[in-house]
């Protein structure tokens, strides 16, 4: 009897002991998701480059020495152009990066995510994105005055279908 009171004694401390532990680290120590005085500059998108060659008409010579069920007309290479961004805010360069069309023969959606902390206050933010190898410089391009609070995330987006460069 005395031996069992004990045993539950000391479940009763560990399980206490246990409570507190998890109450004390789930608000200590507090999180700070930015600095009290910083915004939040975010690019986040996916979006296929351009195809990089236009399609071409095959030969008869090439289509003869294709199997039958091959014999396609064109030949239109699968590989797509990667996506430059260049971002700078306030006339400074804050990221000048080149992603790459996803896939074995680079055919897929390039992908793009980075974080910038970056002071609040009014900003001028300038975008330009190059989505097509073909065209020297950039083809898309986006500028907006934005007046961020501190913990204020601005959002970067490339949508081709809407008219390329999003900022919200």
């Given amino acids: 009897m005395a031996n ?3 045993r539950y004694g000391g ?9 507190a532990f998890i109450g004390y680290f789930s608000t200590a120590p507090a999180y700070q998701h930015l600095p009290a005085d910083q915004a939040l500059l975010r690019l986040s998108f996916r979006a296929p480059g351009q195809l990089t060659t ?8 090439e289509l003869a020495k294709m199997s039958p069920q ?11 152009s990667p ?10 360069l804050v990221l000048d990066e080149t ?22 206050g009014e900003h001028l933010v300038r975008v330009q994105v190059n989505d097509n190898v073909r065209v020297k410089g950039f083809n898309h391009e986006k500028e907006r005055q934005v007046t961020l609070a501190p913990g204020q995330v601005i959002l ?11 900022i919200r």
């Avoid at 970067?156 to 999003?166: E, K, L, S, T």
């Fill in 11 to 19: 479940q009763a401390i560990l399980y206490i002991l246990f409570a």
């Fill in 54 to 61: 236009d399609c071409r008409p095959r030969s008869p010579e």
């Fill in 156 to 166: 970067i987006d490339f949508i081709p279908d809407q008219g390329g460069v999003v």
């Fill in 4 to 6: 069992s009171a004990l």
């Fill in 99 to 120: 992603f790459p069309a996803a896939g074995l023969r680079r055919d897929g959606a390039a992908s793009g995510y980075r974080r910038q902390p970056i002071p609040a």
């Fill in 83 to 92: 996506v430059r961004v260049r971002v700078d805010l306030d006339g400074k």
């Fill in 70 to 80: 091959l014999r396609a007309q064109m030949d239109c290479p699968r590989e797509r």
